[in-house]
């Protein structure tokens, strides 16, 4: 994830999230292409600084990035990266958040590290979201094509499979990955990614009981998952890759649940953590493949509240 590219579409971000749009004119090339699903289609930087941006001007914002994968083609890096986004109005000691996450796709030249392309799909929003004036907002019915159209699932496999590091480090890359293409729903790719006898679980967030699949079961389960979350989002914190006895790793990950604010700061009235809710792992065999897909919840979520479950 350590690259120049990177820098610079954190400085995206946030030139977006403060309406600063003529910094663009630093990150975007002349003639850059920008999809996103919730503002439209724009071509050219001018197009860009007048359209592309948040649609008030809000005391302050946080950024939370996700999932945060690339990989070369020819003198450019496409970068896939989850971004979770709340910005705000401040009325000491009352805030007013709105919060919006997705999956973007950047394509940036590596000779003078502006972002060629930006395509985004919008997960989730969530809060005080009249603020998001003329979006068009997501119904939890998501089209992940323009995003698939841009970021190559077998080229960013490919990459992580060549590079010369460590199996935990390998095994941590992978997960990122397959959570990307689970975030896509991209049915082929997490076939291509797991073991015959692979099998997925997830905890209830909101009520009691578990989601089961197998590979058999794939489509329905993804369905099963997104009913039940209503605006799902697969956006995670990887943390330890441990490579066990029998010769399988596990990679603990954290998912980060979509329109959360997360845990207030000591002494502040806006300063917030991300709330991760759901702790997990991938398990991968000697050959690659996903063996074990979960999660459980590690908070009982309440409309005005949580509390932590004890381990």
């Given at each position: 994830?350590?690259g120049k590219?990177?820098?610079t579409?954190?400085?995206y971000?946030?030139?977006?999230?403060s309406?600063?749009?003529?910094?663009?004119?630093?990150?975007?090339?002349?003639?850059?292409?920008?999809?996103?699903?919730?503002l439209g289609?724009f071509?050219?930087?001018e197009?860009?600084?007048?359209?592309v941006t948040i649609?008030?001007e809000?005391d302050?914002?946080?950024?939370t990035m996700?999932?945060?994968i690339?990989?070369?083609?020819?003198?450019?890096?496409v970068?896939?990266t989850?971004?979770?986004h709340m910005?705000?109005?401040e009325?000491v000691?009352?805030?007013?958040?709105v919060?919006y996450?997705?999956?973007?796709?950047f394509?940036?030249?590596?000779?003078?590290?502006?972002i060629?392309s930006?395509?985004?799909?919008l997960?989730?929003?969530?809060e005080n979201t009249?603020?998001?004036?003329?979006?068009?907002l997501s119904n939890?019915h998501n089209d992940?094509?323009?995003?698939?159209a841009?970021?190559?699932a077998?080229r960013?496999y490919e990459e992580?499979?060549?590079?010369t590091?460590s199996?935990?480090?390998k095994a941590k890359?992978?997960?990122?990955?397959?959570?990307t293409v689970w975030n896509?729903?991209?049915?082929?790719?997490i076939?291509?990614?797991s073991?015959p006898?692979?099998?997925?679980?997830?905890?209830k967030?909101?009520s009691?009981?578990t989601?089961?699949?197998t590979l058999?079961s794939?489509e329905?389960?993804?369905?099963?998952v997104?009913?039940?979350?209503?605006?799902?989002?697969w956006?995670a914190?990887?943390?330890?890759?441990?490579k066990?006895?029998?010769?399988?790793?596990s990679v603990?990950?954290?998912?980060l649940?979509?329109?959360r604010?997360?845990?207030?700061k000591?002494?502040s009235?806006?300063?917030f953590?991300s709330?991760y809710d759901e702790?997990?792992?991938i398990v991968?065999?000697?050959n690659?493949?996903?063996t074990?897909?979960s999660?459980a919840k590690?908070?009982?979520i309440?409309?005005n509240?949580?509390?932590?479950i004890?381990?």
């Amino acid at each position: 994830m350590a690259g120049k590219e990177i820098k610079t579409i954190q400085n995206y971000l946030k030139a977006f999230s403060s309406g600063s749009t003529e910094q663009y004119r630093n990150l975007l090339k002349e003639d850059v292409h920008i999809v996103y699903s919730s503002l439209g289609e724009f071509n050219g930087i001018e197009e860009a600084i007048a359209h592309v941006t948040i649609p008030e001007e809000f005391d302050d914002f946080t950024i939370t990035m996700l999932n945060t994968i690339s990989y070369p083609d020819g003198t450019d890096r496409v970068v896939s990266t989850i971004a979770q986004h709340m910005n705000y109005y401040e009325d000491v000691p009352y805030l007013y958040p709105v919060v919006y996450g997705g999956q973007y796709v950047f394509v940036v030249d590596s000779e003078d590290d502006r972002i060629r392309s930006i395509t985004f799909q919008l997960d989730y929003q969530g809060e005080n979201t009249y603020y998001l004036k003329h979006w068009n907002l997501s119904n939890g019915h998501n089209d992940y094509a323009a995003v698939k159209a841009v970021f190559s699932a077998e080229r960013a496999y490919e990459e992580i499979m060549n590079r010369t590091i460590s199996e935990e480090e390998k095994a941590k890359q992978l997960s990122r990955l397959y959570l990307t293409v689970w975030n896509t729903r991209d049915v082929s790719f997490i076939q291509k990614m797991s073991a015959p006898e692979v099998t997925f679980s997830r905890e209830k967030t909101y009520s009691n009981g578990t989601l089961n699949g197998t590979l058999e079961s794939l489509e329905s389960y993804i369905k099963s998952v997104d009913d039940y979350y209503d605006l799902n989002e697969w956006g995670a914190r990887i943390n330890a890759a441990v490579k066990n006895e029998d010769g399988t790793i596990s990679v603990e990950f954290q998912l980060l649940s979509p329109y959360r604010l997360g845990t207030k700061k000591l002494n502040s009235s806006n300063k917030f953590s991300s709330f991760y809710d759901e702790a997990g792992y991938i398990v991968f065999n000697s050959n690659w493949q996903v063996t074990s897909f979960s999660s459980a919840k590690v908070a009982e979520i309440y409309m005005n509240g949580f509390d932590v479950i004890e381990a």
